[in-house]
């Protein structure tokens, strides 16, 4: 999971890139990188937060009507700060001149170095969109219906989840263009503002920067614009669309929208299903800031139960997405407070998305009670997380999966509440979270392997053999 920016217009892009890779943050804290071009290359890509990596004003402002931009969240490679820098996007190579930035997860990986001479320089799986492309683009004058027929290309030889954002150029003038996967797994959509149009993963974007929205790309597309702002479009594969469940729970912020659809009423809904299917007798409801907040909402709201403030937040940081569990454990210890004036002697709802690992929500539990609550009843708005995502989302192990025991069977949900300290927990159905969502999603997490697109569900069977405790399946065939 990554967030992508792409922008081209009769303008400098580079300001309004930085502005937007502010705003897609959230989608990953590892490494941050921009590349503008304007017949040269301009590229900043480095390990941290947004801010740190540009963190001087020669780094924002940088030639160049079109650019790409990248905040990475790992899903291939190791998690030491080296190979973080390494892995940091975009890529590019110069013969022929191809950039590109990507959001997904390409889980063939070890197939596709029969189909390319040109070999990789970094860990990452964007190499596997750049380098096929690449060779279909060499010695070859651009235009729409050139970028169609290697996308199409390269397409057939790819498995997983992308959205992809490439420049390219071979002399006369630069394309911005992009391909989605045939079952949209991952968000991508069109924004515009006087004569610049910018591609990026949440809607969010659109407003920090003042664009108009204009659509979501539809799945297995390309799209193609030129520097004057003409869009070329082709649909290469056509398939009903799946997205990722986990972004409408986790992921995506509030105020974002895919294919139409309000984040921020999705969560509010799942709380209120949630309430009707797992009702608690307590005194308040408790958010998890900022995960559980709109949950919670929703939760109270249909319950009748008041809903109150007993955690603040004091770190914008998300747990889920820390490279290793050390960092994981430390953002909730460092970064939350609990206010004992709200939460002595009462009994409590805690409200939040998910459940992967069971170690943060155990230590919020233990920080409640340390604070005085006298019954802590947790309630999540997504099912059992049972199962790896090989799709872009960084649970690489069945191994580490709350909801399972070492044997492979899975626990009951008095089991996982005596483990994490709770009087009761209740997740709420599958069936409830594709009615708050309103259509298909991706549920390979939650239900496995029915969950995943019927043509990888064999696919994923085999990853889920080769599963080893704590390496991503498929960097390991």
């Known amino acids: 999971m990554c967030g992508i920016i792409g922008m081209i217009g009769e303008r400098p892009v580079s300001h309004l890139i930085y502005h937007s890779l502010i705003t897609i943050q959230h989608r990953g804290q590892s490494s941050a990188g921009m590349l503008t071009y304007d017949g040269n290359i301009h590229v900043t890509k480095d390990a941290g937060l947004v801010r740190e990596v540009f963190n001087e004003e020669k780094k924002i402002n940088r030639e160049g009507n079109i650019g790409i931009g990248h905040t990475r969240y790992s899903t291939a490679g190791m998690d030491d700060i080296e190979s973080l820098k390494k892995n940091a996007q975009p890529e590019y190579l110069v013969n022929p001149f191809l950039a590109a930035v990507h959001n997904g997860n390409i889980y063939n990986c070890s197939e596709l170095p029969l189909i390319t001479e040109r070999r990789p320089r970094t860990d990452c799986d964007i190499q596997w969109l750049l380098l096929p492309m690449a060779d279909q683009l060499y010695k070859k004058e651009l235009s729409p219906e050139v970028i169609f027929s290697a996308c199409e290309q390269v397409m057939q030889k790819i498995k997983g989840s992308y959205s992809v954002l490439y420049i390219a150029d071979s002399g006369e003038k630069p394309y911005l263009f992009a391909i ?3 079952r949209k797994i991952r968000p991508l959509a069109l924004g515009k503002s006087d004569g610049t149009y910018c591609l990026a993963s ?17 799945g297995g597309s390309v799209i193609v614009i030129d520097p004057k702002g003409i869009i070329f479009e082709k649909q290469i594969v056509k398939k009903p669309e799946l997205p990722c469940m986990f972004e409408f729970v986790y992921f995506a912020k509030p105020d974002s929208r895919i294919n139409g659809r309000s984040i921020h009423k999705t969560r509010e809904e ?10 608690a007798d307590a005194d308040m409801v408790i958010p998890v800031p900022e995960s ?16 109150d403030e007993g955690i603040m937040k004091d770190k914008d940081e998300r747990s889920f997405i820390q ?10 210890e460092e970064g939350l407070s609990f206010l004992r004036a709200v939460l002595e002697e009462k009994r409590v709802v805690l409200v939040d998305d998910s459940i992967v690992r069971g170690t943060n929500i155990r230590k919020i539990i233990h920080g409640m009670k340390n604070a005085g609550a006298k019954e802590v009843h947790v309630r999540i708005g997504c099912p059992p997380l049972i199962a790896p995502c090989y799709l872009g989302i960084d649970m690489r192990s069945k191994k580490e999966f709350i909801a399972r025991n070492t044997d492979g069977s899975l626990k009951s949900s008095d089991q996982i509440a005596k483990e994490i300290g709770a009087e009761s927990l209740g997740y709420i159905s599958r069936e409830s979270l594709q009615k708050a969502i309103g259509f298909n999603v991706c549920k390979g997490c939650i239900q496995f392997p029915e969950g995943y697109p019927p043509e990888m569900q064999e696919d994923v069977k085999q990853l889920f053999k080769n599963d080893r405790k704590g390496i991503r399946a498929y960097e390991c065939l």
């Open 323 to 332: 490279q290793t569990q050390e960092h994981r454990e430390k953002v909730v």
């Open 292 to 307: 559980g907040r709109r949950y919670a909402i929703g939760y109270s709201r249909e319950s009748g139960i008041p809903l």
């Open 202 to 218: 949440e809607t969010r974007v659109f407003k920090k920067i003042n664009f108009e929205y204009v659509k979501d790309i539809p």
């Open 180 to 182: 989605t996967d045939p």
């Open 270 to 279: 799942l709380g209120r299903l949630l309430a009707k299917e797992q009702p």
